[in-house]
């Protein structure tokens, strides 16, 4: 049986647009592997399909997690079997506060009925001082999610949720765009961290500027919603420093997919 | 409030048989008296007898009888039609004497109390307690040091006996059967319910609870209750309401007439959990003297259609109301609610607070009023109306009504309506959560502030019946 997250032959349509046209990799615990790709080559679509969103239906292949598909499952089932996705952009949720939100989750995991109970104070100490490692406000916590959140606010308030919640495989979807230099160097150091407790990251970024601070396992670059190529660190260099339609040419018209 | 208390009303949600939940194996015990069938005159004499009432109360359920017969079905008024009136049991009298211990009471009733946790919730909370049981009240009892300062509070019927002085002056006058056709219906009809008098200048600091139980199917409930506080007083009532689930539905029409006199205030809180087969007609209606306050709670979650509007007139000068209705319908149910208010006196101010919740087909439809007669000079009104709509399937409608014959008087009014999105309800399961539990943190989000309003252990119960009506069980029935 294998560890971890198994994407195999995925193919995806999005309200009847075919997105992903075959696409296999794998998130083993303790590596990261980051996807790139230009927009459009369906990074995000890969990530929600994995969560199951409604909407995104497989056509073929099959997403395992240690070796069970878990295809039939819904989005709940698959997050308390440990996959967390941090989004690009969350959404706003009116009238429920950021603690009440992580607290649900964890009454959740725990099987209590209650869901707004908080059975450990400690629990709350650990948001809080979470929150200010991250160099998120107190009173963020208590705030409505995402509603008047900063861009960076809603990327650390995401990746806080992760920290809580400590999925087993922990997909992020360009968790760089819209921080800052610091703010870019803060998640890196965390990602790291993540890393070396033994879980799994899928790190979807459009720029190879984070590898500066997180160095991925893996890199796998999608175009048109194919796999183009697959490598090591050094592919994100390549991309960095060629493009992404170099990439193309070299690797999805030159069919030559070994660097 | 006790563990227990909550388990309780959660089985009464996950509509186990109510045999089971009542400790009665077969059917409901007995009645001592049931009169069911054709509204007739005689049927109200019988009623009148049977309470041995005095003249003056037979002869004002006959003119009410005569009005309800003359006077037109409301037109606003949907799926109303599907009452048969002539089928139901308008009387019922449970085999149990009217009693201030608990102790007296039958033994499948007072367990079914005590599961209810009704006799802790008094010790440890409650000022008052008033226990209605079908038709009839069947305990009522307050803190003695209450009694010593004058403050009444009785079955609505033995009132009559005692102080009928006192509640001639105020019964059917705040409210009157020629109002509409189901106001006539419960004057003609009523029985059981509540009398509560607050002597000038006493203040009850506890609340005083009313619970109203229906006991049996096809049974119409007529409770009235009449809530008046003299001068400078201040009385905080709830009305706490539960049917457990039988097969068949109920009728209920009861009055709550609420009279604050100059400086008093009177708070009304009203938590509505009827089950699913009960069609909930109310008829709420206070009046404010000169610098008076009443101030409305209505937490309205359970019923199969509730209809419920709380008015205030606004009688006297510098007299004021707060009115905020909270409406759940999960379901094929409706709820059709909406505070009145009539601004008479000048310098007088009003705040309507309406917030719905449609789900899973559910309707609610707000029908709110305000009226601001000429003279009221100065006179304030402002009207907050929230709709929350989790999917595709269910509606909110509202309908507010401003008529302002007062140049000096200032209305305002704010409505928004909230729709749950697909992207929201993704990203709140991607944390784990079932759609139906994303939708009772929204939910209970909604309603975050309104759940100030109420006593902490009333709020505490409410919020854990609005997340069983969203979990599994809450989908049963």
Not at chain 2, 53 to 63: A, I, K, S, V
Not at chain 2, 222 to 243: K, M, P, R, T
């Amino acid at each position: 049986m294998s560890k971890g997250l198994e994407v195999v032959d995925l193919h995806v349509n999005v309200h009847g647009k075919k997105v992903l046209k075959g696409v296999t990799l794998n998130v083993g615990y303790g590596t990261i592997h980051a996807i790139m790709g230009p927009n459009g080559s369906g990074k995000s679509t890969l990530a929600y399909t994995i969560m199951g969103r409604e909407g995104y239906e497989v056509e073929r292949g099959d997403i395992r997690l240690d070796g069970e598909s878990i295809l039939d499952l819904p989005t709940e089932e698959r997050a308390l079997k440990g996959l967390f996705m941090a989004l690009q952009d969350p959404p706003q949720i009116p009238g429920v506060r950021l603690t009440t939100l992580m607290i649900a989750a964890l009454n959740k995991r725990q099987g209590s009925s209650d869901l707004t109970r908080v059975r450990d104070p400690k629990i709350v100490r650990r948001m809080y001082s979470l929150a200010e490692e991250l160099g998120l406000s107190r009173d963020l916590l208590q705030r409505e999610i995402n509603v008047g959140f900063s861009g960076g606010e809603k990327k650390r308030s995401e990746l806080l949720q992760a920290l809580i919640l400590e999925p087993r495989i922990i997909i992020l979807d360009e968790p760089d765009s819209g921080l800052d230099v610091d703010g870019v160097r803060k998640v890196s150091e965390y990602l790291v961290n993540l890393k070396e407790q033994g879980r799994g990251i899928m790190l979807i970024t459009h720029y190879a500027r984070m590898f500066k601070y997180v160095k991925p396992d893996m890199v796998t670059v999608l175009i048109d919603g194919r796999v183009a190529v697959q490598g090591g660190p050094e592919l994100a260099d390549l991309v960095e420093e060629r493009g992404y339609a170099y990439i193309r040419r070299r690797y999805v018209e030159g069919k030559d997919s070994t660097i | 409030m006790a563990e227990q208390a909550v388990k309780i009303r959660e089985d009464i949600l996950k509509g186990a048989d109510s045999p089971e939940i009542l400790g009665w194996l077969d059917k409901p015990p007995k009645a001592e008296v049931e009169l069911k069938g054709k509204i007739t005159r005689s049927l109200v004499e019988e009623i009148s007898r049977i309470k041995k009432e005095p003249d003056w109360m037979r002869r004002l359920r006959l003119r009410s009888l005569e009005l309800f017969y003359k006077l037109p079905m409301p037109r606003w008024l949907t799926g109303i039609e599907e009452i048969d009136l002539d089928a139901l049991s308008h009387y019922v009298k449970p085999e149990a004497e009217f009693t201030q211990d608990w102790e007296d009471l039958p033994d499948y009733m007072r367990k079914y109390y005590e599961k209810l946790g009704l006799p802790e919730l008094e010790a440890k909370f409650l000022s008052g307690l008033v226990a209605v049981y079908d038709s009839e009240t069947v305990y009522a009892r307050m803190k003695e040091y209450l009694k010593k300062k004058g403050v009444i509070v009785l079955p609505l019927e033995e009132a009559v006996q005692k102080y009928p002085d006192l509640v001639k002056k105020y019964f059917l006058k705040v409210f009157p059967p020629a109002d509409h056709k189901f106001a006539a219906l419960h004057g003609a009809l009523w029985s059981g319910g509540t009398f509560i008098y607050v002597p000038p200048g006493v203040k009850v600091r506890e609340p005083i609870e009313s619970f109203f139980l229906i006991g049996r199917q096809g049974e119409g409930q007529f409770e009235h209750s009449l809530i008046v506080a003299d001068e400078g007083s201040y009385v905080h009532w709830i009305e706490g309401c539960s049917a457990p689930r039988f097969v068949g539905y109920s009728f209920h029409n009861g009055m709550v007439e609420a009279y604050a006199h100059k400086n008093a205030t009177i708070k009304i809180t009203t938590i509505q959990n009827w089950s699913r087969n009960v069609i909930n007609f109310n008829n709420k209606r206070g009046i404010a003297e000169e610098g008076a306050r009443i101030d409305w709670v209505e937490g309205s979650i359970g019923s199969k259609m509730t209809y419920v509007y709380p008015s205030t007139i606004l009688k006297g000068p510098y007299s004021s109301t707060r009115s905020v209705v909270v409406t759940l319908s999960k379901g094929p149910y409706l709820k059709d609610s909406g505070s009145k208010v009539i601004h008479v006196a000048p310098h007088t101010r009003s705040k309507i607070i309406n917030k719905s919740i449609s789900a899973d087909g559910g309707v609610n439809v707000y029908r709110g009023i305000v009226r601001i007669l000429k003279g009221a000079k100065n006179a304030s009104a402002h009207v907050e109306c929230d709709s929350l709509i989790l999917d595709g399937k269910s509606k909110a409608h509202t309908f507010p009504h401003n008529q302002v014959d007062e140049p000096t008087a200032y209305v305002s009014h704010e409505a928004k309506t909230g729709r749950l999105s697909e992207q929201q309800l993704f990203y709140l399961t991607s944390r784990g959560l079932t759609d139906d539990e994303a939708k009772s943190l929204i939910v209970l989000g909604f309603l975050d502030e309104i759940m100030g309003e109420l006593p902490v252990e009333y709020a505490n119960v409410l919020h854990k019946v609005i997340q069983l009506e969203f979990s599994e069980l809450g989908a049963v029935g």
